[in-house]
């Protein structure tokens, strides 16, 4: 058996490495019984956070493998996710300016 650490996997494809650390950080970080989660490392913000990245990765590495050419659609969660952030980005900042706003 081959360990994604260990230096007899040093697979150059980069594939499956991807699907490795999906796989790794879900064990890792995401199972309750995983260290980071058994160890209280993790908040549930973080949690959610990185399950949100390892969830858009396995997308993306899924559609490549189909190999049809598709990148807009494997990149379709991460744009998604972008434009989430800048709206609530936009949302913070107007709040932020009319609380200025309302000091002057």
Same mark, same amino acid.
């Given at each position: ?16 490495? =991807?699907? %490795?650390?999906?796989?790794?950080? %879900?064990? !890792? /970080? ?6 980071? +989660? ?5 908040? &549930? /913000? ?6 949100? !990245?390892?969830?858009?990765?396995? #997308? /993306? ?12 659609? =494997?990149? !379709?969660? #991460?744009?998604? #996710?972008? &434009?989430?952030?800048? =709206? &609530? +980005? ?11 706003? /309302?000091?002057?």
């Amino acid at each position: 058996m081959r360990y994604f650490l260990h230096e007899e996997s040093q697979d150059p494809s980069p594939d499956l490495s =991807a699907d %490795r650390v999906c796989q790794l950080g %879900r064990a !890792w /970080a995401i199972n309750p019984d995983g260290m980071l +989660q058994r160890n209280g490392l993790l908040s &549930k /913000a973080q949690t959610d956070e990185l399950e949100t !990245w390892l969830d858009m990765i396995s #997308y /993306a590495v899924m559609v490549l493998l189909e190999g049809d050419g598709q990148l807009e659609e =494997a990149l !379709w969660g #991460y744009r998604e #996710y972008r &434009k989430e952030r800048e =709206a &609530k +980005q936009d949302q913070v900042l107007l709040f932020l300016l009319f609380r200025r706003l /309302a000091f002057i």
